[in-house]
């Protein structure tokens, strides 16, 4: 196919641009934008040659837009407000400004592109926000469809389940069908994102998802399923009902084993690892040099008082929860930390930590090294190329601020090539 003019909203570290490279899709660039100073050092420094715009999206004009006449967008809006440890705030966080102005420019572009890829966190789905973003496209003469999908989906070791909407420019609209939709579809998502309510809005839920959709083979795309925890399953959503998808998490139930762990908390771990048509977490790694990765240990004082909440994983794991922008900086909830020594038994060591004094604890639980996953490894998880690297002076907090904050990069290639073919 022809070269397809891109144009990357709230760009990052680069995720999207590097999932259309590895999709094959011959593209190019015309524009990045974000705001965030560090993830801009660190885009500049991966794709030097690309227009990054250090603005924000609200702040450029529907010139300036026309002018770099795209065929195609890519975006990942702010998750803040639709996250689930979140306020979400939905549609009145000042975060969702950027989006709307995005939604209200859409319309009145000189030409639509031919594409368009939006990510977002679980809890998009159900949001006033998606409704507005359905609304729009249906009136500009979109087809479209929604995705949950975790890239244990292509084989990677890591739960990191998203929202993904693909969206193509529908043949079946004459010009004139659409511009008078387009005229429509403006209007009515401004007098609604100016003045309807929140709650209002997302009682609309059934009726905005009228658009043709996009007949597709998951199989086809992601041909690995974790047949073991269905959550981990990709999932296209429903038309009537978007958040009918798996929940990421199983109901935790049963009786307490050693950490704070159940049962059936032990049971999904053990399946995930033994599902084969996933990848072990020591592909991902980087080689072990002792002195290079002793910086990443776990201090006692970490493992004190964290250590019954830690979710860990070896070497020969298939599994690993999803890394936040928090990782290393905080430890509940943030992301898997990795067992150095593998030869000492993770159940030995906990048993009876209860009953020792803390320096004993202590002790017990530096048997196990544990550490942090690397920066580098964290992005192998997460799909980027070897080629992907941090320039100098980007600590190794913000190096996993920006990771947490981008996307898989294999998931997207392939919705990419799903997109346009």
Request: hydrophobic share 35%; aromatic share 8%; with cysteine.
């Amino acid at each position: 196919m022809e070269c397809v003019r891109v144009l990357e909203l709230y760009s990052g570290i680069g995720g999207m641009h590097y999932a259309l490279k590895e999709s094959g899709i011959p593209g190019h660039v015309v524009a990045a934008i974000d705001i965030n100073t560090t993830a801009n050092q660190i885009y500049r420094h991966n794709f030097p040659d690309t227009p990054l715009w250090n603005k924000t999206i609200e702040g450029i004009a529907l010139d300036d837009f026309n002018k770099l006449s795209f065929d195609m967008i890519l975006m990942s809006p702010p998750c803040q407000p639709f996250t689930r440890i979140g306020l979400q705030g939905d549609i009145s966080d000042p975060r969702t400004k950027s989006f709307l102005y995005v939604l209200d420019l859409l319309p009145r572009l000189h030409r639509l592109p031919r594409f368009i890829l939006l990510e977002n966190v679980k809890g998009f789905e159900s949001s006033a926000a998606r409704e507005l973003l359905v609304k729009t496209l249906t009136g500009c003469g979109y087809s479209f469809q929604e995705f949950m999908v975790s890239p244990t989906s292509v084989g990677i070791p890591n739960s990191r389940l998203r929202y993904f909407l693909i969206a193509k420019m529908s043949t079946s609209f004459s010009t004139q069908a659409r511009s008078e939709v387009r005229s429509q579809a403006r209007s009515e998502v401004r007098s609604q994102a100016r003045s309807e309510g929140m709650s209002q809005a997302m009682s609309q839920h059934s009726q905005s998802s009228t658009s043709d959709r996009v007949c597709i083979q998951l199989p086809d795309v992601f041909p690995h399923f974790a047949e073991a925890d269905s959550s981990e399953q990709p999932t296209v959503l429903s038309p009537t009902c978007p958040g009918s998808c798996q929940s990421e998490e199983e109901v935790r139930e049963g009786q307490v084993l050693y950490k704070l762990e159940t049962a059936a908390d032990a049971q999904r771990k053990r399946s995930q690892n033994q599902d084969l048509s996933i990848r072990q977490i020591q592909d991902f790694l980087e080689p072990q040099r002792e002195g290079d990765l002793e910086q990443h240990l776990l201090p006692p004082r970490t493992l004190l008082r964290y250590a019954l909440l830690l979710d860990i994983v070896q070497p020969t794991c298939r599994r690993s929860v999803c890394f936040t922008k928090g990782y290393g900086r905080y430890v509940e909830g943030t992301g898997s930390v990795l067992q150095g020594c593998t030869e000492t038994q993770m159940e030995s060591v906990f048993a009876g930590l209860d009953q020792v004094s803390e320096e004993e604890k202590v002790q017990q639980l530096l048997k196990l090294k544990l550490r942090y996953f690397t920066p580098r490894e964290v992005a192998n998880l997460m799909g980027f190329p070897q080629s992907f690297m941090f320039p100098e002076g980007v600590s190794t907090l913000q190096q996993y601020r920006t990771l947490g904050n981008s996307l898989n990069v294999v998931v997207v290639s392939r919705l990419l090539q799903l997109l346009v073919s």
